[in-house]
């Protein structure tokens, strides 16, 4: 698959910045394109405009190595790499990676 492609609706998709693959639900990313920006907030995915920093929590708000933003109960990261998983039939478990990745925030702003 290469960077042009318009269309991940049958693709699993790789968020930095801690790697989580998430699969589906499909509605989620027919327009997602490599390089878009990624919120995830609880258990919603989300893909939005660059917050601006007078509307960010600068006092929770954490800026990694690779550009990605974590602040508040949302992490902001890009698409980095687009697998091609069969989607019907298989469960890669998404709820369970994503509940982790929202402890592992938790854990960050205690």
Do not use: C, H, W
Request: charged letters at 25%; aromatic letters at 10%.
């Amino acid at each position: 698959m290469t960077k042009d492609a318009v269309n991940l609706d049958a693709y699993t998709v790789s968020f930095m910045p801690f790697y989580t693959e998430y699969q589906g639900p499909t509605e989620e990313f027919k327009d997602y394109k490599f390089e878009d920006t990624i919120y995830f907030r609880g258990k919603e995915l989300k893909r939005e405009k660059p917050a601006t920093p007078s509307s960010s929590d600068n006092t929770t708000s954490n800026t990694f190595s690779n550009g990605a933003i974590l602040s508040g109960n949302t992490i902001t990261g890009k698409i980095v790499s687009v697998n091609n998983y069969e989607r019907e039939g298989t469960d890669r478990n998404e709820l369970a990676r994503l509940q982790e990745l929202i402890s592992l925030i938790d854990v960050i702003n205690q």
